[in-house]
């Protein structure tokens, strides 16, 4: 059987009890969750022998559960497991941090039961597992009303993005908003085809790759997706953690790729070390930031800068209001074209998210020792945004969409650059003197304005309008706080 064919066998037999479960109030973010549980409990009893460190005590393992014949003690025992399970260090209890088991019918376990353990997980190739887990995940963002899709980001945006930026063995990549680890995984097969010794093998499956996230649920699916892939095996030291990322100084790395979430903050708690929910700062008082902000996408870029070994480098992905936001806005885009070799600029098309409406870009610097003279020489913009028109089912953005952006970029050579009708070469110095520094540059003319049944509704730009102000007056009002604290 084809392997292409196999694994979408599987993701179709997984993905098919989903339906049932609905009937119980699940959305598919849950029911990859609770997937995930029973997943990584048959890898495990399939694996006992030859990974002791990831042993499960025999009351709770595979081999028992599926041996019970008692509905009812079945579902009790399985809910003792998954509290056992909680407090365990390491990968085991990452996996099931704060579990709740939301089947509460346990004929409907049963057979989820029986449905995973007719798969030899173990026994298939590393690809499959891999592919079936991304299938599912991909099938969640779909999934509107469980909101699944706002940690998704488009696969052919992060493979481009992994392309231009080629780590290399031995590096350290990580990404502080990992969600379910599309860019830790883009980066792990990129570096994949590159490993040529057994301790660069080591490496790159145990030590290569970090990723954090605030939400435990999307955190333990990176950390499952990780693992299926064959990355992240060893029990004891799990490589990615549940917390604010921003509220605690980062080990320096080579590479930071990343699209942080949007908005002002997030709408959940941060999880901590102890296992309790802790509220997530609004504001982020650190010494190595340039700016005091509640702005969460202008905190992240800071974040990622201090991420960075000297001459790391960094592709993040953020929103339009970062490229011309005043105040801390600006005093942050100064900063960074100064201690940083800003080079790219990606304008990413709207119509590929799963939140309608998303103006967002890549912006791709590299860290530089600091010092008087400016380390941005040229910003380099390539404008994938003006006259494209994507949606996500009839006409998604494919790699061909992002393939002449990558030939641009030319990451071979890129001193060799030249301009295109699309791709555009910019004096950082004079992006510096011009008012808030901003990066919002355009040049192509928007077919869609001369044609008025392509402009935006009444509503829609009302809204945006109200937006902007309710966030300049916030902005305001932190200023006129931090002037008073200091009086």
């Not at 992240?232 to 699209?259: C, F, H, Q, Y």
């Not at 001459?311 to 339009?320: F, I, L």
């Not at 089912?393 to 790699?399: F, G, K, V």
Request: hydrophobic share 35%; with cysteine; proline share 5%.
């Amino acid at each position: 059987m084809k392997r292409e064919t196999s694994s979408k066998q599987i993701v179709q037999r997984v993905w098919s009890y989903a339906h049932v479960l609905k009937d119980d109030g699940l959305a598919f973010m849950d029911y990859t969750e609770q997937i995930t549980y029973l997943l990584f409990l048959k890898m495990s009893w399939e694996l006992k022998d030859r990974q002791p460190s990831s042993h499960i005590p025999s009351r709770y393992n595979w081999g028992t559960l599926k041996r019970i014949s008692d509905d009812r003690l079945l579902g009790q025992r399985y809910h003792q497991a998954l509290r056992n399970f909680s407090g365990q260090p390491g990968l085991l209890g990452l996996i099931y941090t704060k579990p709740q088991s939301k089947i509460n019918d346990p004929a409907k376990l049963r057979l989820l039961i029986e449905m995973i353990d007719k798969v030899n997980w173990s026994g298939l190739d590393v690809d499959v597992k891999g592919e079936v887990y991304e299938g599912l995940l991909a099938r969640n963002a779909e999934d509107v009303r469980g909101g699944a899709g706002q940690y998704f980001t488009p696969r052919p945006v992060v493979k481009a993005i992994v392309e231009v930026m080629r780590p290399e063995p031995f590096m350290r990549i990580a990404d502080p908003a990992c969600g379910t680890g599309g860019f830790l995984l883009a980066a792990y097969e990129w570096m994949k085809g590159q490993i040529k010794s057994a301790e660069e093998n080591r490496f790159l499956h145990t030590e290569a790759l970090r990723g954090s996230d605030i939400v435990a649920n999307v955190a333990r699916l990176c950390a499952m997706n990780l693992y299926l892939h064959g990355v992240g095996m060893e029990d004891k030291k799990a490589l990615v953690w549940i917390g604010d990322s921003l509220a605690r100084r980062p080990e320096p790395v080579d590479i930071v790729l990343t699209n942080p979430p949007f908005g002002k903050r997030s709408s959940v708690s941060a999880v901590g070390e102890n296992g309790k929910k802790q509220p997530e700062k609004i504001y982020y008082d650190r010494d190595d930031f340039w700016a005091t902000t509640r702005n969460k996408q202008l905190n992240f870029l800071q974040h990622v800068w201090s991420m960075l070994k000297e001459d790391g480098r960094a592709a993040v992905v953020v929103p339009d209001n970062v490229l011309f936001e005043s105040g801390a806005g600006e005093k942050i885009r100064r900063n960074l074209l100064t201690h940083c070799d800003v080079h790219t600029l990606l304008r990413l098309p709207t119509g590929i998210w799963y939140s309608p409406g998303v103006k967002a870009n890549v912006l791709f610097f590299d860290h530089k020792r600091s010092g008087r003279q400016i380390a941005s020489k040229n910003l380099w913009i390539y404008d994938l945004r003006t006259n494209k028109n994507f949606t996500l089912r009839e006409n998604p953005i494919s790699d061909d969409d992002v393939r002449d952006f990558v030939e641009c970029y030319n990451p071979s050579n890129p001193q060799k650059r030249r301009e295109t009708d699309r791709f555009k070469c910019f004096d950082c110095r004079e992006l510096l003197s011009s008012e808030k520094a901003s990066l919002d540059i355009s040049w192509l003319k928007d077919d869609s304005f001369g044609n008025a049944d392509n402009l935006p509704r009444p509503q829609s730009l009302s809204k945006a309008i109200i937006q902007d102000l309710e966030a300049a007056m916030k902005e305001f009002s932190a200023v006129e706080k931090q002037l008073n604290a200091k009086r």
